[in-house]
């Protein structure tokens, strides 16, 4: 994996927009994998894929309400 990013790639590949947060965990799941996938993990991408709806109905809101502060 990719050691040396710079704060500006950082930040566009894992800033979540506030259309983001409208859109909700299909976002995240998307920017995650589309990130694994650039970093030479398709198989990680895939796993999260298969297991997105599980984990994302569970961890998702949760840290959507801590970055918003809503509950």
């Known amino acids: 994996m990719r050691q040396d990013w710079e704060p500006e790639e950082l930040i566009e590949v894992w800033t979540l927009l ?3 947060m ?3 965990a ?3 799941r998307d920017k995650t994998t589309a990130f694994l996938r650039t970093e ?3 198989d990680l991408a ?3 894929a298969r297991e997105w709806p599980g984990w994302a109905t569970r961890i998702v809101p949760e840290q959507i ?3 918003t502060g809503a509950e």
Do not use: N, S, T
Request: proline residues 6%; without cysteine.
């Open 65 to 67: 309400a801590a970055v």
């Open 46 to 48: 895939d796993h999260i």
């Open 22 to 24: 409208k859109r909700g």
């Open 26 to 28: 299909e976002q995240v």
């Open 18 to 20: 506030e259309d983001d």
């Open 40 to 42: 030479g993990r398709p």
